[in-house]
């Protein structure tokens, strides 16, 4: 008799498979720890994201209640007035500062900062606006950074406005209020005297902005200082 072998070609994918079911039947017990450790870490993952999502609605619903409250809860009584401000802005705080990720812990310490300023307490909304710049989002960091300087304006620490702007001006150059932002820069080093870099600051509103509504202001402060530099002659 003729003794034929009979030889199958698969493949490379036939090939892949049958080289996977071997070396499974070969390691049992290692497939098996791998595949109780791959599930153990696909729950884990899975649950992370559920809880995540979880404790992000609930700070964002628990941070709108309380400013709701605060919202509709009218009085005249300037004591309870003060009373109600300080336990709203408690809470938010705390809801803010147990916060990791979301749109609390992004945008929570703006929203307080807004509240001290609108209610002219511009010492702890320049504390909040801080706050604000280092967390929230590129798009509302400049904000952040410019009210924190009007703020100081508003208790005439000069100096510290001027800090903000230039920190804005360094890092957001490329900011939707980078106009505004050179000309209180300007407005800063003009009160503080320093007449040459306040009109620097002014050229450079009415040359890299010269459609700006703060453009024909900062001619207007050029012009003015260049008259006081005139007659200081």
């Given at each position: 008799m003729i003794?034929?072998?009979?030889?199958?070609?698969r493949n490379i994918v036939e090939q892949t498979l049958m080289n996977v079911r071997d070396y499974i039947?070969?390691?049992?017990?290692?497939?098996?720890?791998?595949s109780i450790v791959s599930g153990i870490v696909l729950f884990l993952v899975i649950a992370g994201i559920v809880f995540c999502d979880y404790k992000i609605n609930k700070e964002t619903a628990d941070f709108e209640a309380v400013l709701e409250e605060y919202r509709n809860t009218y009085t005249l009584d300037e004591i309870q007035k003060q009373e109600k401000f300080k336990r709203t802005v408690n809470k938010l705080g705390s809801i803010v500062d147990s916060s990791y990720f979301?749109?609390?812990?992004?945008?929570?310490?703006?929203?307080?900062?807004?509240l001290y300023f609108n209610e002219k307490d511009y010492s702890n909304a320049?504390?909040?606006y801080e706050k604000a710049y280092r967390h929230c989002s590129p798009l509302f960091a400049p904000l952040a950074l410019?009210?924190?300087?009007?703020?100081c304006e508003y208790i005439n620490n000069i100096d510290e406005a001027l800090r903000y702007y230039l920190l804005c001006e360094s890092k957001y150059n490329t900011s939707y209020?980078?106009?505004?932002?050179?000309?209180?820069?300007?407005?800063?080093?003009?009160?503080k005297g320093e007449y040459f870099k306040a009109r620097e600051y002014f050229t450079?509103?009415?040359?890299?902005?010269p459609q700006s509504v703060f453009a024909k202001r900062a001619m207007q402060y050029?012009?003015?200082l260049g008259a006081i530099e005139s007659g200081q002659k």
């Amino acid at each position: 008799m003729i003794d034929r072998q009979v030889s199958v070609k698969r493949n490379i994918v036939e090939q892949t498979l049958m080289n996977v079911r071997d070396y499974i039947r070969a390691h049992q017990s290692i497939v098996v720890k791998i595949s109780i450790v791959s599930g153990i870490v696909l729950f884990l993952v899975i649950a992370g994201i559920v809880f995540c999502d979880y404790k992000i609605n609930k700070e964002t619903a628990d941070f709108e209640a309380v400013l709701e409250e605060y919202r509709n809860t009218y009085t005249l009584d300037e004591i309870q007035k003060q009373e109600k401000f300080k336990r709203t802005v408690n809470k938010l705080g705390s809801i803010v500062d147990s916060s990791y990720f979301g749109y609390v812990h992004k945008n929570g310490y703006y929203i307080i900062a807004s509240l001290y300023f609108n209610e002219k307490d511009y010492s702890n909304a320049v504390k909040y606006y801080e706050k604000a710049y280092r967390h929230c989002s590129p798009l509302f960091a400049p904000l952040a950074l410019q009210q924190a300087g009007i703020a100081c304006e508003y208790i005439n620490n000069i100096d510290e406005a001027l800090r903000y702007y230039l920190l804005c001006e360094s890092k957001y150059n490329t900011s939707y209020n980078n106009d505004q932002i050179l000309f209180n820069i300007g407005r800063m080093y003009s009160l503080k005297g320093e007449y040459f870099k306040a009109r620097e600051y002014f050229t450079k509103v009415t040359v890299e902005f010269p459609q700006s509504v703060f453009a024909k202001r900062a001619m207007q402060y050029g012009m003015f200082l260049g008259a006081i530099e005139s007659g200081q002659k």
